[in-house]
């Protein structure tokens, strides 16, 4: 199986600066990476997870432009340029690029 | 808008088995363009893939679990299901449906279903 390991596991971020979130996917069996077959979701306590980002870089329909997916070989970040109190949650990161698919560990996002 | 929302009993006992369904609304589940699935997360773990099946053909699952699952349909109820046999401790967890798109990323999700494997 693709693991995907996410960093850091929590963050602190002061109102309007910037967070940033990291996703490592390991290679799959075949030694091939996942290219950009990654998805971001963010949970806010209580609620559904809801999709972010898809094609590592791609905004879901809806989903402020503060928030934006980068991609770099098997490195993927996840970026709120700034910070606002709603975006308080726990983000995590899937592949889809070969199953069964995979998510990391998630990343709690929270106000300085 | 689509909404899906997950449904069934809290508590199963080990051995017997998990049956949850998922209710959908804002769209048909009888679609080529997507397929359901369902995601379980444990207490202090990550999330898990459990599978996805499209309404009228192929489905794919986690071969960790692929023995013991079964997601069906009921099209009169634009609903479907998870079934998991000879649950244990293990299975304890938060369970989502999820409508995944033909890329394989999961669109919508239910809030969850928190189900306990206990005597």
């Known amino acids: 199986d693709i693991v995907m390991t996410q960093s850091p596991d929590s963050l602190a971020v002061s109102l309007g600066e910037r967070a940033t979130i990291n996703c490592k996917s390991s290679?799959?069996?075949?030694?091939?990476?996942?290219?950009?077959?990654l998805a971001w979701y963010q949970q806010k306590p209580g609620q559904a997870p809801k999709l972010l980002i898809y094609?590592?870089?791609t905004r879901q329909s809806g989903v402020p432009d503060r928030f934006s997916g980068s991609v770099s070989g098997t490195d993927f970040t996840l970026t709120i340029s700034s910070l606002q109190a709603e975006d308080v949650a726990v983000y995590f990161c899937?592949?889809?690029?070969?199953?069964?698919?995979?998510f990391g560990q998630g990343t709690k996002v929270e106000i300085k | 808008q689509l909404q899906l929302q997950e449904s069934g009993p809290g508590l199963v006992k080990p051995s017997e088995t998990l049956s949850l369904t998922c209710g959908v609304s804002?769209?048909?589940?009888?679609?080529?363009?997507?397929?359901w699935g369902w995601i379980r997360q444990a207490p202090g773990r990550g999330l898990e893939w459990i599978g996805s099946?499209?309404?009228?053909?192929?489905?794919h699952y986690n071969p960790s679990l692929k023995s013991r699952v079964t997601i069906s349909f009921d099209a009169a109820k634009n609903q479907f299901s998870l079934r998991l046999i000879s649950v244990t401790a293990a299975d304890t967890a938060l369970y989502y449906c999820?409508?995944?798109?033909?890329?394989?990323?999961?669109?919508?999700w239910g809030p969850g279903a928190l189900v306990t494997v206990s005597s």
């Open positions: 804002g769209d048909s589940i009888d679609t080529s363009k997507y397929c």
């Open positions: 290679r799959s069996a075949s030694g091939s990476n996942i290219g950009n077959s």
């Open positions: 094609w590592a870089s």
């Open positions: 999820a409508r995944e798109t033909t890329s394989d990323y999961f669109d919508f």
């Open positions: 899937q592949q889809y690029n070969s199953t069964p698919w995979t």
């Open positions: 099946q499209y309404h009228r053909g192929r489905g």
